[in-house]
């Protein structure tokens, strides 16, 4: 399982890279492995609010449906529309892979540094 550093962690398995006032988002390297084959991706519209801790997407594997959650609150300001036509690039490079990118960060939850995040998945196993 890879944990990069510079980034931060939520506790529903997203990672976090902020550059400036726009925060990236994606799926983790363990969210993806236990997920399985990804074989299809639901993103929102450029301009929709996203809300700290309420889904913004979802995940179809060839196990099951799975929600993505937002780590922020703000305007999604770009999708990864490659992902669309591609979703199992989140399994072969999760942290290249990113989502959407959202401005306008009114709200954060405690987010988890690599370390801690690494300690959380441990517990969950």
Not at 40 to 54: A, I, K, Q, Y
Not at 70 to 93: F, H, K, W
Not at 98 to 112: D, Q, T
Request: aromatic share 8%; proline share 4%; net charge negative.
């Amino acid at each position: 399982m890879e944990i990069r550093e510079g980034l931060l962690y939520a506790k529903s398995h997203e990672w976090v890279k902020e550059e400036g006032d726009v925060v990236t988002i994606g799926l983790t390297d363990y969210a993806q492995s236990e997920l399985g084959d990804l074989v299809f991706v639901n993103l929102p519209e450029e301009g929709d609010s996203v809300t700290v801790g309420e889904a913004f997407g979802d995940v179809e594997s060839v196990k099951a449906v799975s929600d993505v959650y937002s780590p922020v609150s703000g305007v999604v300001c770009e999708i990864n529309e490659e992902l669309l036509d591609a979703p199992e690039s989140i399994n072969g490079a999760p942290y290249d892979a990113w989502f959407i990118k959202v401005k306008e960060v009114s709200e954060k939850e405690e987010l988890l540094s690599p370390s801690e995040y690494e300690a959380f998945v441990a517990s969950e196993q």
